[in-house]
């Protein structure tokens, strides 16, 4: 029987079944293989941030995503998602650096968000932790 995990159910299944702790990476990387913003969003960000972006409180506190100015500079979205914050593990070593480019871009212009500063694969380059 197949079920449907979470963003830590995705992060457990990767880490070989122990989720990371907060801001940790994982053991061995795998690559998430979504493209483009809106199918990593859904795959990945929408377990915790919920689809319609409005974030979710119970077993953590998962952070509103809609008409949030914390997005208008792409460096904000591009660090928590390379490098994690307090619930939310880093995805350096999971997702490529376009993969993090398509999904800022997807935020920056979805939830009420109309931000037109997107950042390119070779900005999130310079921005990614060394392994």
Wanted: glycine fraction near 12%; include cysteine; charged fraction near 15%.
């Amino acid at each position: 029987m197949r079920r449907a995990l979470g963003a830590m159910g995705i992060v457990a299944a990767l880490a070989g079944g122990a989720a990371p702790a907060m801001g940790q990476t994982f053991g061995s990387p795998t690559h998430f293989t979504e493209q483009g913003g809106a199918t990593i969003y859904g795959g990945i960000c929408a377990a915790c941030h919920m689809p319609d972006g409005r974030g979710a409180e119970g077993a953590g506190r998962y952070p509103s995503l809609a008409h949030d100015t914390r997005l208008q500079a792409p460096g904000y979205p591009v660090a928590l998602i390379l490098r994690g914050q307090r619930d939310m593990p880093s995805f350096a070593f999971t997702l490529t650096d376009q993969q993090v480019a398509d999904v800022v871009a997807y935020l920056q212009t979805h939830f009420g968000n109309a931000y037109a500063d997107a950042p390119t694969a070779a900005d999130v380059k310079r921005e990614r932790p060394s392994p």
